[in-house]
């Protein structure tokens, strides 16, 4: 969708531009300039030629042909309301309502997104473009003088580029490193995740830790950056340890992230709930004050601080044992894994899973909050093995990783490991911009 990427800046809360397609006005233009560069005149009712009088011909305002008018969606704004407002005749809006509804769904227009209605000085519907997500828009356009609706991708080029930061006290923390880089929290997020089973990025990333990484980055045909790909190798040093991983795709599998030896990085518990927060409240111990009720008790889990309305997910697979309020641990839901393996996650501001429901590691299970028995937002987090609490910091160290590389397909995976690991220490960004057509 190339106008609606050259149009819509994406710094703006409401633009508006209304743009002009002047042919016939630009014609009458240059017509007039030549005329004139042609030493043309015009006769005046006494003989005399007039430049004025010709100049005054030459500069006639004609009909334009079409507008177009680019803007975002306001809060409760529907596509019926939005041509509505622009004043689309009521029987050709009812169609393209219904031409869209054949191919979209019309509840899933969203606030602040951007859309282009191009219309003929008469009034009727040239196009109509609307811009779903970062990947997809939706177009309606006349073809044989009737309307048709369709979803397409929004055209985009990728390259490869590599990035690097510390942890250090200006960038205290991965959010900031990755920030002081120039990237976006998702990148985090991606990082985070890889090495999750390896490095808690809630208690152990520490000043003078260092990482890079080579990712795929994504751009529309402007230039403006779109989004990220898969990260394609990556190295973070955790006090003077190196973890390096890689991404691979066995034969009939699934991609995933694997040691230079082919051991998964994905373990079978997470080492946190949270994608990452860099503050643990309270720990993991048997006599501890309590903030509220002020006497000595045992706190059987771990506190981490967080904003409210925070993502909490499962650590691993499991099912749902309960969801709900419990008394002074707030809203809390409690989940059993196998191994003889259960987790609980206490003061929940909000609840996304039922009781008996089947939840996938890292699948959102609730949100933070302060309810039950809590001095602010925060989340307790509670492990427990084969009936006793264990501490949650330091357990999933000692659970085993997924599935390595089959044996059959090490000689393949060695020679990506090589290449990804080859590209990420000669740090240069590779050339490979390409189109994607999704």
């Not at 004025?52 to 803007?71: G, M, W, Y």
């Not at 985090?188 to 990025?201: V, W, Y």
């Not at 190798?233 to 340890?241: D, K, L, Q, Y």
Request: aromatic residues 6%; positive net charge; glycine residues 8%.
């Amino acid at each position: 969708m190339p106008a609606l990427a050259r149009v819509w800046p994406s710094n703006s809360v409401q633009p508006i531009k209304q743009t002009y397609v002047t042919n016939y006005l630009l014609l009458g233009l240059i017509t007039g300039v030549v005329a004139s560069a042609c030493g043309t005149h015009t006769e005046s009712h006494d003989g005399v030629l007039s430049p004025r009088r010709a100049e005054r011909r030459s500069d006639i305002a004609l009909p334009l042909e079409t507008t177009a008018v680019s803007a975002r969606v306001t809060p409760g704004a529907t596509l019926a309301s939005i041509l509505r407002a622009h004043q689309v005749v009521a029987s050709e809006a009812a169609d393209i309502v219904a031409k869209v509804a054949a191919v979209f769904d019309l509840r899933k227009v969203r606030v602040n997104q951007p859309y282009r209605l191009t219309q003929a000085m008469s009034g009727a519907v040239r196009a109509f473009e609307y811009e779903i997500d970062g990947d997809r828009f939706l177009r309606v356009a006349r073809a044989n003088e009737a309307l048709v609706a369709a979803v397409a991708p929004i055209p985009k080029t990728r390259s490869v580029e590599v990035v690097r930061g510390q942890i250090d006290r200006s960038a205290p923390s991965l959010v900031a490193a990755l920030d002081a880089a120039g990237e976006t929290i998702d990148l985090t997020l991606a990082l985070a995740e890889i090495f999750g089973g390896e490095i808690d990025f809630n208690t152990e990333v520490q000043s003078g830790d260092r990482f890079e990484l080579t990712v795929e980055k994504q751009y529309r045909e402007d230039h403006r950056f779109a989004g990220y790909g898969p990260v394609l190798a990556a190295e973070f040093v955790n006090a003077g340890r190196r973890v390096r991983a890689v991404r691979f795709t066995p034969d009939d599998g699934s991609p995933g992230y694997f040691d230079e030896r082919g051991v998964s990085m994905k373990r079978f518990l997470l080492a946190s709930p949270l994608k990452f927060q860099p503050v643990v409240t309270s720990g993991f111990s048997r006599h501890r004050l309590h903030p509220i009720l002020r006497e000595v008790r045992a706190h059987l889990g771990v506190d981490y601080r967080a904003p409210a309305g925070s993502p909490v997910v499962a650590v691993a697979d499991g099912v749902v044992l309960s969801a709900g309020m419990a008394g002074g641990s707030g809203r809390l839901v409690h989940l059993r894994h196998s191994n003889g393996l259960e987790s609980e996650y206490l003061h929940l501001s909000s609840i996304t899973v039922k009781a008996g429901a089947r939840v996938h590691q890292g699948e959102l299970i609730g949100r933070v909050g302060s309810s039950g028995l809590a001095t602010a937002p925060h989340l307790d987090f509670r492990l427990k093995k084969n009936g006793a609490f264990i501490n949650p910091v330091t357990a999933h160290r000692q659970m085993p990783p997924s599935a390595p590389v089959p044996a059959s397909q090490m000689a393949a995976f060695t020679l990506v490991r090589d290449q990804a690991f080859e590209r990420l220490a000669a740090g240069a960004t590779t050339s490979t911009a390409r189109r994607a057509n999704n």
